[in-house]
């Protein structure tokens, strides 16, 4: 599975597909969002980028998880949100404009910090395989993540209507796609499934419980309003797994390390909704309790 052309050739065009999209929804004003909520974007890339990384290394010494295994959810902690933490705020009514600054800004973050953590971790596990060391391997992160972002957001501001045409059939797209890998990757490793869903699905689970509730509960600890807080949530515990999974099969060639990805990418869509409902009905309740 790993050597077919599908994997080397067809998925890493697909996420660069899917990349592409992204930057159509994204404009340099997004960019610009910093300047309007500066405390509210560095709490919640904090979280991302250093606190997740750190809760995934203890969990993967906690469940003392195979090396590969290891790495591939350290390689899920490193990868960014995406457009669906942003539909998820929108529906929980969460900070949307918050949520479209950080996923425009962890575009750009993720061909550093992908490569960057995964390598380390590929190091301390002493698996087999190597992210970020290689110049090439970089360039290749950063050919499919970054640059599809830059071309998608150019045509944007050329063309706001082929944009908005656009949105739709990339979201349908991005969604397919991450179906069929979720389920190639499991399949590739079905001899093994057994005991890989034993061991990731209950770090994966917890991870991503621990992922939503620090989103939330960081940002209002540090006294960022209800709306912020929601977005925080999502966007921390929504990743983009799309990206991790790619970079698993593709990049380091191993469908071990792209088990927790496809794992988590069904735990959660079924958690975020969950978390987003129950933390907006207790404030809904907290609401009506102060008006009475």
Sequence with gaps: ???????????????????????????????????????????????????????????????????????????????????????LSHLFRGDVALNITLTAINSVLAAITIPVITNLAIEHFDAQGELGLQFGKVVQVIAIVLIPVGIGMSIRRRSADFAARADRPVRVFSLAVLVLVSAGALLGERENLAEYAQKVGVVTGIFCLASLTLGYGGARLLRLDERQAIASSMEVGVHNTTVALTIALSVMGSTEAAIPSAVYSVFMYVFATAFGYVITRRHAQARTGLIR
């Design 1 to 87: 599975m790993n050597d077919s052309a599908l994997i080397t050739t067809g998925l890493p065009i697909a996420l660069a597909i899917i990349m592409f999209g992204l930057g159509l929804s994204l404009t340099t004003a997004d960019f610009r969002g910093v300047a309007r909520t500066p405390k509210a974007v560095a709490v919640a890339l904090a979280l991302q980028v250093v606190v997740l990384p750190l809760v995934a290394f203890g969990l993967v010494k906690s469940f003392d998880l195979d090396p590969l295994l290891a790495v591939g959810v350290l390689l899920l902690a490193a990868s960014p949100g995406g457009t669906t933490a942003n539909l």
